[in-house]
């Protein structure tokens, strides 16, 4: 077993842009962040992971950078970063940057020069085609709707963009792309910070050639996705990364990697391979998504039995030899209590019971803001309230198709990015206490009964659960290590499991929906004790571990076994 300090930490991600704003602009900051940290700390997480902070004409907030050194004007200075670094790193927090090496902003410097003309010597830092009798040089689709080719002018070519058209994808084939790329690396590095999440870093390699992909529909773009994600170079350059840059600095990296199993994964985060820690999967977001629909916008019901089997994979697969990043949520994903438990009818008790789930994986367990305090999906009636790109073109591409708009709206309401980019909300004043001005997205109306103070003062709330959930990991190692063993495989409302590390035992027992199905401790466990170390209902203090009991709605058990 090879200990690690970033397998031991919980993560804390924050979405600056949404989290709080300290002079009135609508806009949350770094002094936002600055002053939560005690926050952070009080809740018990030992890593924060901000998104992108860097200057940005934000049209993708911040995933679109114009400048990797400099902090975006309306989060702050330079000076206002590293006094937060220097704060964290006072109270033993650590902070983990959002790297975004896939594309720039069509703002940066380096693109302005290099679409202004061929023989630029910084053409070549982006990916230029002619097109093909007048239509762009191949179908691939964008992942925010539409062609990954955007014309110009100026020369009379296409560049590339898998995101948005202000996002243009950097040729990672050139090496002084790849050096400009180390340079910037190191210069974060040695100003202190203590890791990347990279995002993604699975398209930062394009097939050779840049073929179509198979379309017999004959439609204008196809998703080919598989020709620009996960490639074998993707892997060669990662390895350079880390043995030229990240390897001489403790740090902690986790990529975001859509589209492979645990199998692939390995070719990350194989203890031997020499490139990150731990990869975001998506295997378990798209359980309520139906596939060849469009995407994600096409949701279905999801089921347990699924979900069992796509994270019993990564668990297994990945134990010993590699390491899970588990998480519910993040800036891209809906809210998790809205989308996986029950957010009108048991939303404390489901959220308590997601979170058990998330701590007690093996893997670093992410939080993402506000989930501590179990905020939901918003419902804005129109269009014109959401912010996000990729929610704002597939309203308009389905527009276009003749796509009731009835319809759009019920995909958005489920699905968009929007659902977990409300402003957090701190208290029940005015704009959640986010802002004393008009905020960039509208604060959810229900923070009056949802929000941190509310949280914080009473004992029972999901905030003080999550907080016992933390320290727990910082107790017991076998949460941290222990081999992760599914029992009642095929029980389609429970979702129950043990943790083995050593002779030390870990139960965990979760009724993942509203019913009140009936426990039977299966026979293979010997064990005859158990104490409960967290339950998300009132318990009496003696209770023991009985062998068959009801569970109540979304009811959680962790208890640890002894003979
Ligand atoms: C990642 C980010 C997402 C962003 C995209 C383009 O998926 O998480 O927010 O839009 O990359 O940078
Ligand atoms: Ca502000």
């Known amino acids: 077993m090879n200990k690690k300090w970033w397998k031991e930490s919980v993560v804390y991600q924050i979405y600056p842009i949404s989290?709080?704003?300290?002079?009135?602009?609508?806009?949350?900051?770094?002094?936002?962040?600055?002053?939560?940290?005690?926050?952070?700390?009080?809740?018990?997480?030992?890593?924060i992971w901000i998104c992108p902070i860097y200057q940005s004409p934000n049209h993708d907030n911040g995933y679109d950078i114009s400048d990797y050194q400099a902090i975006m004007k309306e989060f702050g200075t330079m000076e206002d970063f590293d006094r937060l670094l220097e704060q964290a790193h006072a109270r033993g927090l650590k902070i983990m940057m959002d790297l975004v090496l896939n594309h720039t902003s069509d703002e940066h410097p380096w693109f302005i020069e290099s679409r202004a003309s061929k023989d630029n010597p910084k053409r070549d830092f982006y990916v230029w085609r002619k097109g093909k009798n007048g239509a762009p040089p191949?179908?691939?689709?964008?992942?925010?709707?539409?062609?990954?080719?955007?014309?110009?002018?100026?020369?009379?070519?296409?560049?590339?963009?898998?995101?948005?058209?202000?996002?243009?994808?950097?040729?990672w084939e050139n090496p002084k792309v790849v050096e400009c790329m180390h340079q910037m690396v190191e210069w974060w590095l040695k100003k202190g910070v203590d890791g990347f999440r990279l995002d993604a870093i699975a398209h930062i390699a394009k097939t050779v050639g840049l073929p179509d992909g198979p379309n017999p529909e004959h439609?204008?773009?196809?998703?080919?996705?598989?020709?620009?994600?996960?490639?074998?170079?993707?892997?060669?350059?990662?390895?350079?990364?880390?043995?030229?840059?990240?390897f001489h600095y403790d740090i902690m990296t986790v990529g975001e990697t859509s589209g492979?199993?645990?199998?692939?994964?390995?070719c990350y985060v194989g203890e031997d391979r020499g490139e990150l820690n731990m990869?975001?999967?998506?295997?378990?977001m798209q359980i309520d998504a139906l596939s060849g629909g469009s995407g994600k916008w096409d949701v279905r019901p999801w089921n347990l039995l699924e979900l069992k089997k796509?994270?019993?994979?990564?668990?297994?697969?990945?134990?010993?030899?590699?390491?899970?990043?588990?998480?519910?949520?993040?800036?891209?994903q809906p809210r998790s209590v809205s989308r996986f438990g029950d957010d009108r009818n048991y939303r404390v008790e489901s959220a308590k019971m997601l979170a058990t789930f998330m701590h007690t994986l093996e893997g670093t367990p992410y939080i993402y803001q506000g989930e501590e305090i179990g905020m939901t999906n918003i419902a804005f009636k129109s269009i014109d309230d959401y912010r996000d790109v990729e929610t704002v073109n597939f309203y308009q591409e389905q527009i276009r198709k003749g796509v009731p708009e009835g319809r759009i709206m019920e995909a958005i309401w489920k699905k968009s990015r929007d659902?977990?980019?409300?402003?957090?909300?701190?208290?029940?004043?005015?704009?959640?206490?986010?802002?004393?001005?008009?905020?960039?997205?509208?604060?959810?109306?229900?923070?009056?009964?949802?929000?941190?103070?509310?949280a914080l003062r009473d004992p029972d709330s999901i905030w003080h659960y999550y907080k016992k959930l933390i320290a727990l990991r910082k107790k017991h190692e076998v949460i941290v290590y222990g081999k992760y063993k599914l029992l009642l495989a095929e029980h389609p409302e429970i979702y129950a499991y043990t943790r083995t590390l050593g002779d030390v035992c870990l139960?965990?027992?979760?009724?993942?929906?509203?019913?009140?199905?009936?426990?039977?401790?299966?026979?293979?466990?010997?064990?005859?004790?158990?104490?409960?170390?967290?339950?998300?209902?009132?318990?009496?203090?003696?209770?023991?571990?009985?062998?068959t009991f009801r569970l109540r709605p979304y009811e959680a058990r962790v208890y640890l076994l002894s003979h």
Not at 142 to 153: I, L, N
Not at 260 to 266: N, Q
Not at 313 to 330: D, F, K, S, T
Request: charged share 25%; aromatic share 12%; hydrophobic share 35%.
């Open 19 to 47: 989290f709080l704003d300290t002079n009135g602009d609508g806009i949350g900051d770094l002094r936002g962040i600055e002053a939560k940290l005690d926050y952070l700390k009080d809740l018990g997480v030992d890593v």
């Open 138 to 171: 191949n179908n691939w689709e964008s992942y925010f709707s539409g062609s990954v080719w955007e014309y110009d002018d100026a020369t009379d070519e296409y560049y590339l963009h898998l995101y948005s058209k202000h996002q243009p994808d950097l040729n």
């Open 219 to 246: 439609l204008p773009t196809v998703r080919a996705y598989e020709l620009f994600s996960n490639l074998e170079n993707v892997h060669t350059l990662l390895r350079n990364l880390h043995e030229q840059v990240l």
């Open 260 to 266: 492979i199993g645990p199998e692939e994964a390995l």
């Open 279 to 284: 990869v975001f999967q998506f295997e378990h």
């Open 310 to 332: 796509v994270i019993g994979h990564w668990q297994a697969v990945l134990h010993e030899r590699g390491w899970n990043a588990n998480y519910w949520c993040n800036h891209d």
């Open 419 to 454: 659902n977990a980019r409300t402003p957090m909300q701190w208290n029940s004043s005015e704009e959640a206490g986010f802002t004393s001005g008009t905020p960039w997205i509208k604060v959810n109306p229900n923070y009056p009964m949802i929000n941190v103070e509310k």
């Open 507 to 547: 139960l965990v027992i979760l009724n993942f929906l509203g019913g009140e199905p009936e426990f039977k401790l299966p026979t293979e466990i010997h064990q005859e004790r158990g104490e409960l170390l967290i339950c998300n209902y009132p318990v009496k203090d003696e209770e023991e571990l009985s062998r």
